[in-house]
């Protein structure tokens, strides 16, 4: 009967929209005896750097791809839905814990044979690559840190839970269409118990621990996020290789509501060069770059057109 049940659930799980959801190739593989569902340039460039994306909370990598779309001919673009998240197959609750998830994106690097990556992570896919970047440190090559969140900000859990109902009537109304269901497969007992572990969880320190340039995005109509200047405060007493980037306008699902703006950042972050303001990108958004870190040019800080 176990093994009739674990087909069914397999068929289910693997079933495939008669849409695709992005114009990114969909794939499925098995990472630890789990069917994970993942999406990739379907042609990545000859050499290009690996830029994997990290999903938040009770989310899939769905909402993630406006922005990872527009950085798909640009690098090897990979968009998995973490074991327990989305389309990919459920795991024991026991298993639903930051560095649990460190882990399994670890092992489907591996599967995918990639040993390098750089990782670009949204609101509890911020901690995740912290974690990763922990205990991972000789594989992860930059962090991009959108929204990241977790940390006293982010304590007591009832805080928290505020802070998330506050910044879903700031969030673009489709991203309702694009986030319920993922909500609704994933549970209110693991809701509690994941979004329990990243408010405990030590963002800011395992942060500022990283040994690789650090790239970190905030909105400042963000209610899950310290103030821009709150922010600005505590880099500026570090040495760690950090760039802070505010796009004013956006909350904190930058990754689904300012793509243009946040995949400009990422090509200027990933080639080191000064990040500016998006010419072309529409609406009245502005970038404020703070350049931090002891590998690069103190004198590049200043504020984006």
Partial sequence: MATTDAKSNRHRERK????????????????????VFYRESPNP?????????????GLS?????????LLADDFHTLVPD???????????????????????AARFLDDRGIEKVSLVGNSMGCPVICEFGH???????RAILVSPAGGLHNQPLVRAMAQLAKDGGREP??????????????????????????????TLERLL????????????RDPLMPSPERVHEVVAHVDTDVSVVVIEGAAHAINF????????IIRQFMADVPITDDPDAPGETKVIEIHRGLRRDRGEAGEGA
């Fill in 135 to 141: 205990h991972y440190a000789d594989r992860l090559e």
């Fill in 82 to 104: 973490l074991p327990g998240f989305g389309r990919s197959a459920r795991r024991s609750r026991a298993d639903l814990d930051l560095r649990a998830l460190a882990d399994a």
């Fill in 45 to 57: 460039p000859a050499g290009a750097p690996v830029v994997m994306h990290v999903h938040g909370f």
């Fill in 61 to 69: 990598g769905h909402y993630l791809l406006p922005t990872a779309e």
């Fill in 209 to 220: 621990s990283l040994q690789v340039p650090i790239l970190a995005v905030i909105g400042d």
């Fill in 257 to 264: 509501s300012h793509p243009d703006e946040l995949a400009h």
């Fill in 16 to 35: 495939t929209p008669k849409r695709p959801q992005s114009a990114l190739a969909e794939h499925w593989t098995t990472v630890d005896g789990l069917d």
């Fill in 173 to 202: 109304k489709r991203m309702v269409t694009v986030a319920a269901p993922d909500y609704l497969k994933f549970g209110v007992a693991s809701t509690v118990k994941m979004f329990g572990a990243l408010t405990r969880y030590p």
